[in-house]
Each structure stands twice: as C-alpha cells, then as structure tokens.
C-alpha cells in the first residue's frame, strides 16, 4: 500500500488514469444531483466543459497533486487506524475533509485569468461544501484504487 500519496501522480500513465477517474466521480456525481442547486453544479460543470476544449482536463491533471497533498494526512491517520474503507473515514471527516479539498480549488480560482472560469466557480462555490461531502465515499474509494 502506498504510504505517500503524491507518488501516484508520479507517474504520468497512472496520473492521467486518475484524471479520468476524477472525471468519471465528478460526472456520477453530478448525476445523482438535482433540484435548484444540482441545476446550478450542472451548468457551472457545462459551462467550464464547454469554454474550451481540454481545459477541463488539464484543470483536473493540474489538481491532482494537491488534492493528493491536501487527502495525506487523512490517508495517514487511516492506515495508522486500520480497517474500514477509505470512502467511509473521509465521509466521517468531512467538516475537515471538505475545506481541505476546496483550498486548492479556491485557490485555483484566486489564481486564475479566466473570467469566465472564476464568474462560474462564485457562483457555485457557496454550496460547494455540501457537493464535496457527497462526493467523499468516491474520493475515498477511488484513492484506495490507486494506493492498495
């Protein structure tokens, strides 16, 4: 099992795996949305699918190294406690889970020169929290994937 959890964006076959993976997670759970705010997610996610082709792939290679930073200590502290499944340790953090995974897309947003990209990801971040907590047994199962 890997004890480190940036190794695995190391190599860039399995890095650009996880890319799709990533992608598959956030589109299932996209799927699973609905009401207002689904609606909200849903047109933010078209509208950055859209704007250009790639980018959201590239913005999704580009996270994958912090997302793996800001998951480690979280992936320690379960190895140190053994049992259970990633997926289920990360859903019962989530007050901490959460806004360490949404520093580094806040800070994608802060850093970048695309209008478009930082109206849309405003207009979907308040409710970002909520999103991300659903979406944690599928970070967890996805980065036990890679690092069983």
């Not at 480190?4 to 799927?31: F, H, M, W, Y």
């Not at 209008?115 to 967890?140: D, N």
């Amino acid at each position: 099992m890997v004890s480190n959890l940036l190794d695995l964006s190391d190599n860039p076959a399995t890095r650009a795996t996880i890319v799709k993976d990533c992608q598959a997670v956030v589109e299932s759970e996209l799927g699973k949305k609905s009401g207002v705010s689904a609606a909200a997610v849903k047109l933010a996610y078209k509208a950055i699918t859209s704007f250009a082709p790639g980018y959201y792939t590239e913005t999704v290679d580009i996270m994958v190294p912090s997302m793996l930073e800001q998951l480690q200590p979280f992936w320690t502290d379960f190895q140190a406690a053994g049992g259970g499944s990633f997926g289920d340790y990360l859903a019962k953090r989530q007050d901490e889970v959460g806004p360490a995974l949404l520093k580094v897309t806040d800070d994608m947003a802060g850093a970048s020169e695309k209008a478009v990209v930082v109206k849309t990801y405003g207009s979907v971040r308040g409710g970002a929290q909520k999103h991300i907590e659903a979406s944690l047994p599928a970070v967890g199962a996805l980065v036990e994937k890679y690092a069983a």
